[in-house]
């Protein structure tokens, strides 16, 4: 029982330490000689967080396109606000669905969406769909974008 006791705590407190024993090179108020190893990077004067938002109310009806900049909310979206809070909530709001996701066949509507644009830094070039569950969820997340989408039905 006790070689059990020593074989599990013995690791533990090897890691504990040694990580005691690294220590920080500035703990004494001195700069350190070396570089820490840690960096951290200013953001650049980055171009501006703009989205060009087009809907359609199926494939082939009208586009109604508009403009979002976020950080302050502007542009010529009609619900800015809105939208800009529901993008910061969302994860990944133009990440696509997964090409092996396996996804409910709930259809939603015709409506499509393209966003193109800078958003935290990366280009997009998004489309979204209400062809199916997962299309619908990836929608919904972030609904004001998209305006009030006329309805087809």
């Known amino acids: 029982m006790r070689y059990r006791t020593l074989l599990f705590v ?68 009609p619900k800015a606000a809105e939208a800009c809070a529901a993008l910061t909530k969302a994860k990944d709001p133009f990440k696509p669905v997964p090409k092996d996701q396996m996804c409910t066949h709930i259809y939603g509507g015709p409506e499509v969406a393209t966003v193109k644009g800078t958003w935290d830094g990366e280009k997009i070039d998004a489309k979204f769909t209400r062809q199916d569950g997962c299309q619908l969820n990836r929608w919904t997340q972030v609904a004001p974008l998209f305006g009030d989408v006329p309805k087809v039905r």
């Open 10 to 77: 013995a690791p533990g407190l090897a890691m504990l330490l040694s990580s005691a024993a690294c220590g920080n090179e500035q703990a004494n108020g001195n700069p350190a000689a070396e570089p820490s190893g840690t960096t951290s990077v200013q953001p650049s004067s980055s171009p501006a967080e703009t989205l060009t938002i087009e809907v359609r109310a199926s494939e082939q009806a009208p586009a109604e396109s508009w403009t979002l900049t976020c950080d302050p909310p502007g542009g010529d979206h």
